[in-house]
């Protein structure tokens, strides 16, 4: 007597369905507290570089007030020196700026936006950074519906982030002249590519790109927050965001935007 094959079912049981999605849920838990905590450590630390910066702001003055005394070549040098200490001390403060709203106003503030005005804004700030390097920036596409909600200051960002990191790697190898951010929309989502033709990203460092303290910049250059910031005020506005890339061939990101980020909470909610 010939007996059917017995079939081995490897699916989880319900109980098991259940426990993985307790774990996964704790895992976005513990992740979240984790971002919370990298936030306000974030939002402390600016906090408190705001009192020495403002005493070097003071100081810097008065040694200007000093220069006016000195002999007119010693003077005048000593003037340049302080407008140079002035200027980034400016460019510190409004990076504390930023990094205090990003911190006290993640997820608030959305409105109707037009990413062509966005990405606009974006290449005008832009063009001061790169057109020193020899680096062309373009933008390309008319997305049939162009609107999103979502925090403009946060958005602006996320671009002048991507667009700085490419700057950065191309000025670094000598490698890529050209960034090129093309948008379109599918009806329901705002699709943006931000594409370069840089030095490209190794295949080992890729998958790690959006980590957070993960930097391949020399130790004492960065701390690796500018991906993984990026990352997740993409994630806040209901989006996403990947990277394609290979050494010598340029990088990729491509972020998706739903028009109705409602809407799109609904369907992840289920």
Request: some cysteine; hydrophobic content about 35%; glycine content about 10%.
């Amino acid at each position: 007597m010939r007996t059917s094959p017995i079939s081995e079912d490897h699916s989880p049981l319900p109980e098991d369905r259940e426990g993985l999605t307790d774990k996964k849920r704790l895992q976005e838990l513990i992740q979240a507290s984790k971002l919370a905590l990298l936030g306000q450590l974030a939002a402390g630390i600016a906090h408190e570089l705001r009192n020495p910066l403002a005493v070097l702001r003071i100081e810097s003055d008065e040694i200007a007030l000093l220069a006016k005394a000195l002999p007119s070549e010693a003077g005048g040098a000593a003037l340049r020196h302080c407008e140079t200490l002035n200027r980034n001390i400016g460019k510190m403060v409004s990076i504390i700026d930023r990094i205090q709203s990003m911190s006290s106003n993640a997820g608030t503030g959305f409105k109707k936006l037009d990413i062509r005005e966005i990405l606009g804004e974006v290449e005008h700030w832009s063009r001061r950074l790169i057109e020193p390097l020899g680096i062309s920036l373009s933008l390309e596409g008319q997305p049939s519906d162009p609107h999103f909600y979502g925090n403009e200051t946060q958005i602006e960002e996320v671009f002048l982030n991507l667009i700085r990191n490419a700057s950065e790697a191309m000025r670094s190898s000598g490698h890529g002249s050209s960034i090129r951010i093309r948008t379109e929309s599918d009806g329901r989502h705002i699709v943006i590519a931000v594409e370069d033709d840089g030095p490209g990203i190794p295949e080992d460092v890729l998958p790690r790109i959006f980590d957070p303290f993960f930097t391949t910049k020399p130790e004492g250059e960065g701390v690796g927050l500018g991906l993984s910031i990026v990352a997740e005020m993409i994630k806040a506005h209901g989006g996403a965001i990947d990277a394609q890339s290979a050494p010598g061939s340029g990088t990729r990101f491509r972020i998706v935007l739903p028009h109705d980020r409602r809407l799109a909470a609904r369907e992840a909610r289920g």
